[in-house]
């Protein structure tokens, strides 16, 4: 079954870029929609966007300013830089898998997700 | 944005009791042209990441126990876990995937009584 595995720097400092990559193993990133979602600790889930296999990408309006995803596909990965970063961007990141089938479907895959702390 | 608010915040519950999750949307997520409601209900266990339960409000997931179910339309959903047991306690999410920028409630964390 398809396994998605985030990772990345732990700690970044504020202002600098956070960098994070999403593998997929167990099946491909083709013919799939890619997103990252974060949840600080103990708090709720904020959807970042998505990257599609092709590269198309869709961003949420409150970040879309600091925010790149991209898609590899002869690497298996998508990936997520957010530029700028504060403390309030202290968080778990996770990467999720979803379709489009009447319209947008949930996201039916996760990864373990990976704390970043921002902090100097 | 769509807003999704849930209710209670927090619930106990007996085990074997049952326990009902609202969510609110701030505007319909129904359509009526395909006559489905792109609303999601997600259980996040401590330190696990979310795990999908229910789509398009009332189908449950492959492998998720029978006790779950979804119901709803428009702008109000509920989630009933009929038979509560020790493995769902967890904190509940519902989720729209209507619009972009795609929304979750603020969570439900429901516990043993």
């Known amino acids: 079954q398809v396994q998605l595995q985030e990772s990345g720097p732990g700690l970044v400092k504020p202002s600098e870029t956070l960098s994070l990559t999403c593998t997929v193993s167990?099946?491909?990133?083709?013919?799939?929609?890619w997103s990252w979602l974060r949840q600080p600790p103990g708090k709720g889930l904020e959807w970042l966007g998505y990257?599609?296999?092709?590269?198309?990408?869709k961003y949420n309006p409150s970040l879309k300013s600091q925010i790149t995803m991209s898609a590899d596909t002869s690497k298996n990965q998508v990936s997520l830089k957010l530029s700028s970063v504060t403390a309030a961007d202290t968080a778990i990141y996770y990467c999720?898998?979803?379709?489009?089938?009447?319209?947008?479907?949930?996201?039916?895959?996760w990864g373990q997700g990976t704390m970043v702390a921002v902090s100097s | 944005d769509i807003v999704l608010t849930q209710s209670p915040d927090y619930l106990a519950v007996s085990l074997g009791e049952r326990a009902t999750i609202n969510c609110k949307s701030s505007?319909?997520?129904?359509?009526?042209?395909?006559?489905?409601?792109?609303l999601a209900w997600y259980q996040q266990r401590p330190r696990q990441p979310p795990k999908l339960l229910i789509s398009?409000?009332?189908i449950r997931q492959s492998g998720v126990p029978d006790r779950f179910s979804g119901s709803g339309s428009g702008t109000n959903f509920s989630l009933t876990i009929s038979s509560l047991q020790a493995e769902d306690v967890a904190v509940y999410f519902c989720?729209?995937?209507?619009?972009?920028?795609?929304?979750f409630g603020p969570g439900t964390k429901v516990d043993i009584k």
């Open positions: 999720a898998r979803f379709t489009f089938t009447y319209g947008f479907d949930p996201f039916d895959v």
């Open positions: 167990g099946g491909s990133i083709s013919n799939y929609y």
């Open positions: 990257v599609y296999y092709t590269g198309s990408t």
């Open positions: 505007q319909s997520v129904f359509y009526r042209t395909n006559n489905k409601n792109y």
């Open positions: 398009w409000a009332s």
């Open positions: 989720q729209q995937y209507d619009n972009i920028p795609f929304t």
